[in-house]
């Protein structure tokens, strides 16, 4: 769709006949195969119109299982009352709200005021919805209008590069499961060639032996997702993803070794060592 349909988003105006139906039969075979579609964001002048369509697919699409995910971009200050919002709407028609945590990937050309004053506000926003989330929780982050709201199901992605997240989500679920609760339906996602440690740390997690000793240990759903297209469609996007994680660079010394813990355990298993 390209170009026209930024045109129409910038403008916030609903897609073109010919969009909707495509957007509507790439659903259709999604739903038929059981595989996730999750939109990007957008900066706040074209995100309007980007939530507004995902929003209208979502509702039609997300009966059981969520199909189509929204973006939500935890750098902003709004953010967990926009999440609270889109809540709510599911509630309210009776559909699973597919939830996509991203820190954000715009800082360059959004408006300063709207953006958490330190990166350390971002990502306690971040992990405090996380928490909200995987808990069925409304909370000062994420305000319900009404306490008679109940809150709907909302199956979760963390789009994270950020270990310190993972970890933490990772020990509420377990905490759940050891309690017996019914947990939320979760994925983690990592770019493909950034925080490989985190995904490779997430695989084996899911490789603990369990034993009717043991309590219950969480088998994570983890992704790597590649962006796919020509060198020119692909750089602004690669660009936004490593200014996103700058931060990454004062991990290096942590990545290092857990890259170098990786390679030796498979190094033992080639030669069966372990």
């Known amino acids: ?39 990007a964001a957008e900066p706040q002048n074209a995100n309007a119109a980007v939530d507004a369509w995902t929003q209208m697919l ?18 902003l200050k709004n ?27 715009y800082m360059a050309t959004e408006e300063r005021s709207l953006i958490w004053d330190t990166v ?19 909370g000062d982050f994420m305000p319900a209008r009404s306490k008679e709201i109940k809150f709907p199901r909302a199956d979760l992605v963390l789009a994270t590069h950020n270990q310190e997240s993972v970890h933490a989500a990772q020990l509420l679920r377990n905490q759940q499961l050891a309690k017996g609760e019914e947990p939320v339906k979760l994925a983690y996602a990592q770019l493909l060639g950034m925080a ?36 020119s469609e692909c750089l602004h996007y690669l660009l936004r993803r490593a200014d996103e994680n700058k931060d ?14 990786e390679l030796g355990m498979r190094l033992k298993r080639t030669f069966n060592l372990a």
């Not at 979502?58 to 750098?75: L, P």
């Not at 490779?200 to 790597?224: G, H, Q, W, Y």
């Open 1 to 39: 769709m390209g170009g026209e349909a930024l045109r129409l988003l910038k403008q916030n105006q609903p897609p073109s006949p010919a969009m909707l139906k495509a957007m509507e039969e790439l659903c259709e075979a999604s739903s038929a195969k059981g595989v996730l579609l999750l939109p």
């Open 58 to 75: 979502a509702q039609k699409y997300n009966k059981g299982d969520a199909i189509v995910y929204n973006t939500f971009q935890c750098y």
């Open 79 to 105: 953010s967990g009352k926009y999440l609270a919002e889109h809540l709510e709407h599911a509630e309210k028609h009776g559909y699973t709200l597919g939830v996509k945590l991203v820190r954000g990937a």
């Open 120 to 138: 350390e506000g971002t990502h306690h926003c971040y992990d405090t919805l996380t928490k909200n989330v995987l808990q069925k929780t409304w």
């Open 196 to 231: 490989d440690e985190v995904s490779c740390r997430l695989i084996e997690s899911s490789r603990a032996p369990v034993n009717n000793k043991m309590p219950a240990v969480d088998v994570p759903n983890t992704f790597k997702y590649v962006p796919w297209g020509t060198l």
């Open 248 to 261: 990454a660079m004062s991990r290096t010394v942590d990545t290092r070794k857990a890259m170098g813990e």
